[in-house]
């Protein structure tokens, strides 16, 4: 499997069309993970106007495009410079502002430690391993300051259309993301307390999402590749914002939906580790 560096990355990152880039904001404006996250941020701080924000990893920086039009102030960090591009491009087309960041998560920069209210990411910590799983864990308290609060999402090992999916691409040879080990919610917990973080919660995103990782194996798709292009290229995909309704959540999203999301937060004293 390819090696989580920079170059992987760029090489993955594309930009997408207008119509999309508006499209993949709204549809994550009206999901779970989001409503969540909002409730979450309010409840701590009231509003966002004031907050000091980093996603970490961020790729496009969906989640802080979320918050910068709710009047965040957000940073965007990202080692691969094909990211932090397609990031530029799609914050113009939402019409949010922000500080775009080419940094190592794993070599912060002292003037980032300390600084900000809430810090996040959204399928980076996955593909770290031993000592670099636990210290970019680390990376998210370190930018916050005393009492900020952290969420990081990634995938969970509990769900079976992921877990599916995977072993099937990388059989395939049709997994491009590299190395990626997802999470359980007790691992999670198990960082919290390496990390000395004693006021943690884990939540998911909604289950339906995972139906995303089965359609990728409908076995038509996946032997009718030729038609299904040439199907494609005839009907353009539509980005209809108007289509899409809020997502509905069960109870068994926070243990076998694909997102897991570790909510916890910095102490204010902070104890010798
Ligand atoms: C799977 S993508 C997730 C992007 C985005 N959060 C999303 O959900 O679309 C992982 C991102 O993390 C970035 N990344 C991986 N390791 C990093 C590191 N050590 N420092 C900074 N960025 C890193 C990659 O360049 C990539 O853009």
Same mark, same amino acid.
């Given at each position: 499997?390819?090696?989580?560096?920079?170059?992987?990355?760029?090489?993955?990152?594309?930009?997408?069309?207008?119509?999309?880039?508006?499209?993949?904001? +709204?549809?994550?404006?009206?999901?779970?993970?989001?409503?969540?996250?909002?409730?979450?941020?309010?409840?701590?701080?009231?509003?966002?106007?004031?907050?000091?924000?980093?996603?970490?990893?961020?790729?496009?920086?969906?989640?802080?495009?979320?918050?910068?039009?709710?009047? +965040?102030?957000?940073?965007?960090?990202?080692?691969?410079?094909?990211?932090?591009?397609?990031?530029?491009?799609?914050?113009?087309?939402?019409?949010?502002?922000?500080?775009?960041?080419?940094?190592?998560?794993?070599?912060?920069?002292?003037?980032?430690?300390?600084?900000?209210?809430?810090?996040?990411?959204?399928?980076?910590?996955?593909?770290?391993?031993?000592?670099?799983?636990? +210290?970019?864990?680390? +990376?998210?308290?370190?930018?916050?300051?005393?009492?900020?609060?952290?969420?990081?999402?990634?995938?969970?090992?509990?769900?079976?259309?992921?877990?599916?999916?995977?072993?099937?691409?990388?059989?395939?040879?049709?997994?491009?993301?590299?190395?990626?080990?997802?999470?359980?919610?007790?691992?999670?917990?198990?960082?919290?307390?390496?990390?000395?973080?004693?006021?943690?919660?884990?939540?998911?995103?909604?289950?339906?999402?995972?139906?995303?990782?089965?359609?990728?194996?409908?076995?038509?798709?996946?032997?009718?590749?030729?038609?299904?292009?040439?199907?494609?290229?005839?009907?353009?995909?539509?980005?209809?914002?108007?289509?899409?309704?809020?997502?509905?959540?069960?109870?068994?999203?926070?243990?076998?939906?694909?997102?897991?999301?570790?909510?916890?937060?910095?102490?204010?004293?902070?104890?010798?580790?």
């Amino acid at each position: 499997m390819s090696q989580n560096t920079p170059q992987l990355w760029d090489h993955l990152w594309k930009i997408n069309t207008p119509e999309e880039d508006l499209y993949r904001l +709204a549809q994550e404006e009206y999901s779970v993970r989001w409503r969540k996250i909002k409730d979450r941020i309010e409840c701590n701080y009231g509003s966002f106007p004031g907050l000091k924000v980093i996603e970490i990893g961020a790729g496009t920086g969906t989640y802080a495009a979320l918050m910068a039009r709710q009047g +965040a102030e957000v940073t965007i960090l990202d080692y691969s410079e094909r990211a932090l591009d397609k990031a530029k491009i799609f914050f113009e087309r939402n019409q949010v502002k922000a500080n775009f960041i080419l940094q190592d998560a794993l070599n912060l920069p002292s003037e980032l430690l300390g600084t900000f209210d809430v810090s996040m990411s959204f399928g980076l910590t996955e593909h770290f391993l031993g000592e670099q799983r636990l +210290a970019i864990n680390r +990376a998210h308290f370190d930018v916050l300051k005393p009492g900020g609060l952290t969420f990081i999402s990634v995938p969970n090992k509990y769900n079976p259309p992921y877990r599916l999916y995977k072993f099937v691409a990388q059989l395939t040879g049709k997994w491009l993301v590299g190395e990626e080990y997802p999470y359980s919610r007790s691992e999670l917990f198990v960082i919290c307390r390496k990390l000395n973080i004693a006021e943690n919660q884990v939540f998911g995103e909604s289950l339906k999402q995972s139906n995303y990782f089965l359609d990728l194996l409908n076995p038509w798709r996946l032997t009718n590749k030729f038609l299904l292009k040439r199907k494609m290229a005839e009907t353009p995909t539509r980005f209809d914002v108007s289509a899409l309704k809020p997502e509905q959540a069960t109870f068994l999203d926070d243990y076998v939906s694909y997102a897991l999301v570790l909510y916890a937060r910095k102490p204010v004293v902070v104890k010798e580790q």
